[in-house]
């Protein structure tokens, strides 16, 4: 079964940064392309960055830049750096493993 478990959002004023965990388990985590999304309060869930098996990288265009996503196999982990937040980056940010599985969920908030 997998399991996807986030961890590290909180309340960061705006400019600051926060670095974003997804713990893997029950998937073969090496090829697997990891992605972050994002949704914030009554708007849909979006595509916020993607990286590969062979550690390419995408991003959306409003975080291009600020936010940076990596991806440490041994530890079976996909990781989001995110920098010079915006209020409007405030969201509850989900990691996806393909094939339907998502994790719970971290609120960021950011906000003076």
């Known amino acids: 079964q997998v399991q996807l478990v986030e961890s590290g959002g909180g309340l960061v004023q705006p400019g600051g940064s926060l670095r974003l965990s997804c713990a893997a388990s029950?998937?073969?985590?090496?090829?697997?392309?990891m992605s972050w999304y994002r949704q914030a309060p009554g708007k849909q869930r979006e595509w916020v960055a993607a990286?590969?098996?062979?550690?390419?990288?995408d991003y959306a265009d409003s975080v291009k830049g600020r936010f940076t996503i990596y991806r440490e196999n041994a530890e079976k982990t996909v990781y989001l750096q995110m920098n010079s937040l915006k209020p409007e980056d405030t969201a509850v940010y989900y990691c996806?493993?393909?094939?339907?599985?998502w994790g719970q969920g971290t609120q960021v908030t950011v906000s003076s």
């Open positions: 996806y493993a393909g094939r339907g599985s």
């Open positions: 029950g998937i073969v985590f090496g090829p697997t392309t």
């Open positions: 990286i590969t098996s062979t550690r390419t990288t």
